[in-house]
């Protein structure tokens, strides 16, 4: 089996201040916290910001430069911006940060859905800001629009025009065909760096069965031009994960996908996840990729090549 790469997903839009005191929000955390996760073993950082004065999810560039010069000059992991940023964001707004930085990896969803976080209401008691409960209470009437016209314009401006390479997120089967479409059309080109994602209620189920699904048609689909990488939300993450890694595939863990390090315990870094999964994938006899070896195998600019 080829090196496994583990990506590390620091912080996100999923995940409110309020369900742990661990996940990071201003730019001296997700710094700390983002290049302690690349010394324990992650080769890509996938990365959001936050607002440090409300702790929302934000799409301003000055957000992420606040944290992104100072990991690229403490460690040499590759940054994986998103262009998901959240379900509330227009797509300009999304894209504003990453045009700007230009990394050599983007996110990108392949596919509108609904994004459910409303059921985390009921297990949270005390909410450290004002704007958390409603924002989850209001995602039983969200809709993530990732329309194809959307999808084409992000691989036009990250891919085409600033040279990113993709890490494309697929929710459900649906998302595998739409990759295929944007193949076919010509707008992206192998290897293709594809992350099964299970357990985002709206989304794919976090079920083995479901993996070897997505696994099948991705070999239907792209052959051996494609890897894929599997992210699991909750409690699902390590085990699904680990099956990935079994099944010859890359990992993502992160306080973005779990807050958790075990049952009833929460993870207090993302690095403490990073180790767990390193531990896991070298008993299956793994070996995990370098930074290097990541950019090698996925193609890469380059750092040097970046606007951070």
């Not at 996100?12 to 955390?29: K, N, Q, R």
């Not at 509330?88 to 859905?113: I, V």
Request: aromatic share 8%; with cysteine.
């Amino acid at each position: 089996m080829s090196k496994i790469i583990i990506t590390c997903a620091v912080t996100g839009s999923i995940h409110t201040p309020s369900m742990s005191p661990y996940l990071p929000v201003t730019a001296d955390e997700i710094s700390e916290q983002s290049v302690d996760a690349a010394e324990a073993g992650a080769s890509i950082l996938h990365l959001h910001a936050r607002d440090p004065e409300t702790g929302r999810p934000s799409a301003e560039a000055g957000h992420f430069m606040g944290f992104l010069p100072r990991i690229k000059q403490a460690c040499d992991a590759v940054v994986n911006l998103t262009t998901g940023g959240s379900a509330l964001m227009t797509l300009d707004d999304r894209l504003a940060a990453p045009k700007a930085a230009e990394p050599e990896m983007c996110s990108l969803n392949m596919g509108s859905m609904n994004f459910a976080l409303y059921p985390a209401v009921a297990r949270i008691d005390d909410w450290k800001y004002d704007w958390e409960k409603p924002f989850l209470e209001g995602s039983d009437d969200l809709v993530f629009k990732n329309t194809p016209r959307d999808i084409a314009h992000v691989l036009t401006e990250m891919g085409t025009r600033r040279g990113a390479r993709f890490e494309f997120e697929c929710y459900d089967v649906s998302h595998l065909y739409m990759l295929r479409h944007f193949a076919d059309r010509g707008l992206i080109e192998a290897p293709y760096f594809i992350q099964f994602v299970f357990g985002v209620l709206g989304g794919i189920g976090a079920d083995t069965d479901n993996l070897s699904h997505m696994k099948h048609i991705a070999d239907k689909l792209f052959g051996d031009d494609y890897a894929f990488s599997v992210l699991a939300a909750g409690r699902h993450q390590i085990p699904l994960t680990t099956m990935a890694a079994v099944m010859g595939g890359h990992v993502r863990v992160g306080l973005e996908d779990s807050l958790m390090i075990s049952r009833g315990r929460l993870a207090k870094s993302n690095a403490e996840q990073v180790e767990k999964i390193r531990r896991i994938v070298e008993e299956l006899g793994r070996d995990v990729a370098t930074p290097a070896d990541a950019r090698s195998m996925l193609g890469l600019k380059g750092a040097d090549r970046t606007a951070f």
